[in-house]
């Protein structure tokens, strides 16, 4: 710890000798922690000598360090006197959950909520030598009381089950606490003024080809002061045209309370940000600058895009830059300890995204780190952000006040991102979610209404994006796993947009051996209360959907059991995906489906396992995702010997251009039989869905019957390909 401080000594002495304000200075390394559970126990003023050390930034948890409740940071660093009329501000860009902050034993701030980004006003407080403190709290939850119907903390599903231990119900299921200071903390000096925030949003008054950016600047000064404010946006990832502005402001005293300046950028011509399949995502670094007769006081940069995105009434479609686009996504959560994502392991995830023709994820739940963020941007993936509200919560007005501030913190400090092109509410809220009342005594049809209400409200306060208020029940597809049955998918959708659909399958075989140890691999019987099911529910597997309502058969060895779920899932995501594909604006115009992959060692809907190996459903939804896809659509429920089924066969066409004077050619098989061969010359429009053709076979025996479908362009280049199976019912069946 001595060396660390002597050489911040050196380094802040060599900045502020060689560099003027405004600088900054990260405090990430080996800080001193201490269980704070004990009330009794002051970590502000106790020695650390016996105290342990843990990484910061990091989840408590990530960094070894199994944890619940509340902990002591301890941090010190030197600093050479400062000049007059320097403000020092302690940045945090993250603390799950409640962070209370000493610095040279007077407290500062109290702050809740785990994924803002929050200043602390240093310029009273700091010396010389200084020791910072900092209490986090990072509660266990009581599942008898609150967990998780009441909850008080608003961390979505950093605290639930979708992503964490336990399973749905368990009172394991807040094992693993996310609790921690896992983004990054420094020490920002500023002369005269501090920028604390710029929010940037496109303005289309004046249309598509001169789009201007309106850019808030929030500060904070202790004089009234004049000052000259330049903002300047130049091309981040292309050789382009820059644009700028220069006007004078007077600066008002704060008194500690952040002020807004608010300006319009104009830019004429400016090159539009685009969704990958759509063009490039072309994005802007934007600087803000306060200036006075001296020079700088204080500059921040952030990275934008412009972009235009409408929901069109009547499930018409979204448009982005005014071309309409389909949009097929799926749900993503990275990992429940967000320190242990980095800008490579997002950048992996999300090619893995686009790779399988999705365009879009929704953020489930939670809000993630800011390298997810600047990922989609440069990489044109576009995303769908909740508020980090699932399920039951505290009903009282101060909870919900309280939803509201950090709501709105979400928007103003995640909302520079042009991939965010929709702000998403409370996923099924208690009042949308009549299942609750059979599992919890206290449910009742009014809980947390006005929760959503204003926290949609909140989200509606930015008009440059859609807001879908909050995620119902009746928009999660959740036929063949949890109600109904595979074929229930092929029904006209309720509603137009999808945002959950999927089932769990086993991860390939080296993947589950490093979840489930040896003993505990086959247990004596599928029954959903056979005690050896017990550690694999820890894992969130779930007998009971698995061999009960799915009718997945476990087969005889554990690669027959993988193979099993993993073609129950494909099969599912499958046909999900083209029946809702086939009936694009009529009415659907958006599908996720859920989850894309497992945040950590365990057994769950993603179609990528946690070490990030494709399950058989990852590629059964590339194929059906196809951005030109022969889809088969399987009329017939079941295919008899000697009896003709039918089929009826499509072509989707998602893309701008259409496939013209195109070869249709489709093939139905039975063993080394060709019952069907037929080919068609047609135009696939581009932004279009139409039937083919309908088709009639008949089987003959047993053996499963094949489908081959394909769409050729003119110069003979397969656009799309599609196959499907399904067994024959003999007569002695």
């Known amino acids: 710890m001595k060396g660390y401080v002597v050489t911040l000594?050196?380094?802040?002495?060599?900045?502020?000798?060689?560099?003027?304000?405004?600088?900054?200075?990260?405090?990430?390394?080996?800080?001193?922690?201490?269980?704070?559970?004990?009330?009794?126990?002051?970590?502000?003023?106790?020695?650390?000598?016996?105290?342990?050390?843990?990484?910061?930034?990091?989840?408590?948890?990530?960094?070894?360090y199994d944890h619940q409740g509340a902990m002591w940071y301890r941090h010190e660093f030197t600093l050479p006197a400062l000049e007059a009329d320097t403000l020092a501000t302690l940045v945090f860009d993250g603390v799950d959950y409640y962070a209370d902050v000493s610095l040279n034993g007077q407290?500062?701030?109290?702050?809740?909520?785990?994924?803002?980004?929050?200043?602390?006003?240093v310029t009273d407080s700091v010396r010389h030598r200084n020791h910072l403190a900092v209490r986090v709290d990072s509660p266990f939850e009581d599942p008898k009381t609150l967990w998780p119907l009441h909850k008080a903390l608003i961390k979505g599903v950093?605290?639930?089950?979708?992503?964490?231990?336990?399973?749905?119900w368990s009172p394991q299921g807040q094992d693993a606490n996310s609790g921690g200071i896992w983004a990054p903390v420094r020490l920002h000096l500023s002369r005269g003024a501090v920028i604390d925030e710029v929010i940037l949003r496109p303005d289309w008054q004046n249309g598509l080809q001169k789009p201007a950016l309106r850019a808030e600047i929030r500060y904070r000064t202790k004089s009234t002061r004049p000052a000259t404010l330049r903002l300047k946006a130049d091309p981040a990832n292309f050789y382009g045209q820059s644009y700028q502005l220069e006007q004078p402001v007077t600066l008002e005293a704060s008194n500690g309370k952040t002020q807004s300046l608010t300006v319009t950028l104009p830019m004429d011509g400016a090159r539009l940000w685009w969704p990958a399949s759509l063009g490039k995502a072309n994005l802007y670094q934007v600087r803000a600058r306060l200036t006075d007769n001296e020079g700088v006081?204080?500059?921040?940069?952030?990275?934008?895009?412009?972009?235009?995105?409408?929901?069109?009434p009547d499930n018409k479609g979204w448009l982005i830059n005014d071309?309409?686009?389909?949009?097929?996504?799926?749900?993503?959560?990275?990992?429940?300890w967000l320190s242990s994502m980095t800008a490579e392991k997002y950048r992996r995830d999300l090619r893995l995204v686009l790779a399988m023709n999705a365009n879009a994820i929704r953020v489930h739940g939670h809000v993630a780190n800011r390298e997810l963020y600047q990922v989609a941007d440069e990489l044109g993936l576009m995303l769908w952000q909740d508020v980090p509200l699932q399920w039951g919560y505290d009903d009282s007005a101060a909870f919900t006040d309280n939803a509201v501030r950090q709501t709105r913190e979400m928007v103003e400090q995640f909302g520079n991102a042009p991939s965010i092109i929709v702000w998403g509410g409370h996923n099924e809220p208690p009042w949308n979610s009549p299942w609750m009342e059979k599992r919890f005594p206290d449910w009742h049809k009014g809980l947390n209404r006005t929760l959503t209400e204003r926290v949609a409200d909140t989200l509606a306060e930015d008009n440059t994006r859609i807001v879908h208020r909050f995620s119902a029940v009746e928009e999660h597809y959740w036929q063949g796993w949890y109600f109904g049955v595979m074929r229930d998918l092929l029904a006209p959708a309720k509603t137009g947009i999808i945002t959950e659909f999927g089932a769990q399958a086993l991860p390939q075989l080296a993947t589950l051996e490093k979840i489930i140890p040896p003993a505990s691999r086959w247990p004596a019987t599928t029954a959903a209360d056979d005690p050896g099911w017990v550690i694999w529910k820890y894992h969130n597997f779930q007998p009971f959907q698995t061999f009960k309502f799915a009718h997945i058969p476990r087969g005889n060895t554990m690669e027959e059991f993988i193979h099993n779920t993993q073609h129950y899932q494909a099969q599912l995501v499958a046909m999900a995906a083209e029946s809702y594909r086939r009936q694009r604006y009529q009415p659907v115009t958006a599908l996720f489906q859920f989850m894309f992959v497992e945040t950590w060692p365990s057994i769950n809907w993603g179609v990528v396992d946690y070490l990030r190996q494709p399950k058989e459903g990852y590629y059964a939804l590339q194929k059906a995702y196809q951005p030109l896809l022969p889809s088969i659509e399987p009329v017939s429920a079941e295919w008899r010997s000697g009896q003709p089924a039918t089929l009826r066969l499509w072509a989707i066409n998602d893309t701008e251009t259409p496939c013209t004077d195109c070869t249709l050619k489709w093939q139905v098989t039975q063993q080394d039989q060709t019952l069907v061969a037929e080919q068609k010359q047609l135009t696939v429009e581009a932004d279009s869905g139409v039937t083919v053709a309908e088709v009639s076979a008949t089987p003959q025996g047993a053996g499963d019957v094949e489908v081959t479908y394909q769409i050729i362009d003119a110069q003979g280049k397969v656009r799309g390909e599609n196959t499907w199976q399904t067994p024959v019912v003999t007569p002695q069946q």
């Open 9 to 64: 000594l050196f380094a802040f002495s060599a900045l502020a000798g060689a560099t003027p304000t405004p600088v900054s200075w990260s405090l990430a390394g080996n800080w001193r922690v201490h269980d704070a559970n004990d009330g009794t126990f002051n970590g502000d003023t106790d020695r650390t000598t016996d105290w342990r050390t843990l990484a910061v930034p990091a989840n408590w948890y990530s960094a070894g």
């Open 107 to 121: 407290h500062l701030t109290r702050h809740e909520g785990y994924f803002q980004r929050f200043a602390v006003d």
């Open 158 to 168: 950093l605290n639930q089950h979708d992503t964490r231990p336990g399973g749905a």
């Open 297 to 312: 006081m204080d500059s921040a940069n952030r990275r934008t895009g412009l972009r235009k995105v409408d929901e069109q």
């Open 323 to 336: 071309k309409r686009l389909f949009i097929k996504g799926t749900n993503y959560i990275g990992s429940p």
